[in-house]
Each structure stands twice: as C-alpha cells, then as structure tokens.
C-alpha cells in the first residue's frame, strides 16, 4: 500500500506545482508600485505635452517686420550689397545699437529665414532708417533668393539680434595701444559695421585688419579701404588665389599674421574676429599663446 501512495505523488515531466499565494501585504505593495508607474507615465506624457507646446509658442515668438528693397547692387563675385528701408519701423531701426548685431531676413513665400550681419553703423540705422547687408550667395539658400529680388521688393525681418563686438571690453584706448582684427570673406560686414561707428583708432598706436578673400574679384569694400586708413585701420589684404601680378600677403589670414605677428604687449592688446570658423579658431589659439587674455578676443556669435 505504501507503493500506491508514493505512485499517486509522483509528477509526469510536464506537470507543475502551483506556487504558493503572496501575502496581502506584498499584493498591496504591488498594486502601489503598479500605480505610481502608470501616474509617472501619465504625468511624463503631460510634461512632454507641455514641452513640446512651449517649444511651439517660442518658435511663434518672432516677430517679422515688412520692409522694401532700396538698394540691390553687385558688390564684389559672389556677394551684393542690399540696402533695406525700416524707416517705417523706428523700433527696429534703433534697436541696432551695437557692430556685429544681426537679424533674420525672409523672402516671400519662404519660410525658412537667412541670418544676416548688418554692415552698416547704428548710427545709419538710426539717422537714415536704414540696414545695409553684404550678402553671400550660396546655391539654393533664401541667401540666393533674396540677391535675386529688385528695387521695391517687399522682405520679412525679425528684430536685431545678438550682442555684438562689446569693445568696451579694449577701450579705454590708452590701455589697448594694440587692436588686431581679422575678416574673412562676407566676414568683413560685421568688420565695416565696426570700423565706420568708430573705435577711437586714430587714439591706438597699432590698428590692423587682415582681411582675406579668394582673389580681388572677391573682396568686397575695397571702396572704402581710404576712408578706413584715414581712420587710423592699416588694411592688410590676404589672397589666398591670387593672380600672378599680386605682390601682397598670400595664402590664409592666419598665416599672414603669423609671418607678420608683431605683438609688443600682450597686456593691451585686444583683437575682433569674424569669418571663416577655422581662421577664428587658429588665430585666438595663437594670440592666447602669446598672452592675449581670451576675454579681449571679441566675436559677435
């Protein structure tokens, strides 16, 4: 009889034993665990819901102003010179305060803007009611676009935007004899923005622009390279493919200033970059190496 009873516990390969039931307290703890999971999930959905409508009404934040084309001009190859009217818009026009600000621009029917230095001084923008562009045209771009418009178009700005070249940051001149600035390509809008609101040149020993182009078919403002020098700037072309009667500096601005270099006094001397990332990039490496502080290294973005 003993037989009989061990036979009726034996279990096939596949049957299973039922395990155990979890005491009540471990079922509470997981219907919690199972609560808090599915209120996180739905407090996570609505935060991202959140999000995403605070990202949208920030993306509607700008504000566009219409405003005609004056002026729509070839200012060297590749690059135009635009004058936009704002006189109708005083706001924005004094809001450009400092060399180096920027702003959005939109032609019509396309929504994806082009960014834009202004080249002009703020106090054009306030006396005339005016902005003036040096414009690069890139294949596809609304750049392209817009240097393809006429007198009388009608474009799309947002407001001026971006801090500037904070030169109070090398000023008084006394204490920075040295100022060195650097331009390269559509680069030198911000420059003429610059030099034409005045940094007190004429009161600094030692003013130089590199300023770097392809060629001199590319170089735009050479017009005004006079006016500049009278303004106490020494100009420094730099070509980087230039014809075979070009007798100045050749190659990239950051190698002309390395054969010209030239720093008495790392202590007052500041320097303004705008361009090409790469020239920005190697020049603050090589005035910072030889004790230019980065805090007198200016940039506009």
């Not at 020494?234 to 200033?257: C, H, M, R």
Request: net charge neutral.
């Amino acid at each position: 009889m003993s037989v009989t009873s061990t036979t009726t516990l034996s279990l096939s390969p596949h049957a299973h034993l039922s395990p155990p039931l979890p005491p009540m307290s471990i079922l509470r703890r997981l219907n919690l665990h199972n609560h808090l999971n599915l209120r996180n999930r739905s407090r996570n959905r609505r935060l991202f819901r959140s999000l995403a409508a605070a990202a949208a009404v920030r993306q509607d934040t700008t504000v566009w102003t219409q405003a005609p084309l004056t002026e729509i001009e070839p200012a060297a190859e590749s690059l135009f010179h635009v004058t936009i009217d704002v006189s109708d818009a005083p706001d924005l026009a004094v809001s450009h305060t400092r060399p180096g600000q920027y702003l959005q621009l939109r032609v019509p029917d396309v929504e994806k803007p082009s960014f834009l230095a202004i080249a002009s001084p703020p106090s054009l923008s306030e006396a005339r009611g005016a902005f003036e562009f040096l414009v690069k045209t890139v294949a596809g771009s609304t750049a392209e676009l817009l240097c393809g418009l006429k007198k009388g178009d009608v474009v799309e700005l947002s407001q001026v935007m971006g801090r500037g070249f904070d030169i109070d940051r090398v000023d008084p001149p006394e204490s920075f004899h040295t100022l060195l600035i650097f331009a390269t390509g559509s680069g030198i809008s911000p420059i003429r923005s610059l030099i034409e609101s005045g940094f007190s040149a004429d009161k600094r020993s030692d003013v130089r622009l590199y300023y770097g182009a392809r060629n001199l078919k590319r170089m735009a403002y050479q017009d005004r390279f006079k006016d500049w020098e009278s303004s106490g700037v020494k100009i420094v072309p730099v070509l980087s493919q230039p014809d075979g009667n070009w007798t100045g500096e050749s190659g990239y601005v950051q190698a002309a200033f390395t054969r010209a270099k030239q720093i008495y006094s790392p202590q007052s001397t500041g320097a303004v970059l705008c361009g090409q990332k790469q020239m920005t990039e190697e020049i603050t490496s090589i005035l910072v190496a030889d004790g230019v502080s980065s805090e007198k290294i200016l940039k506009n973005f």
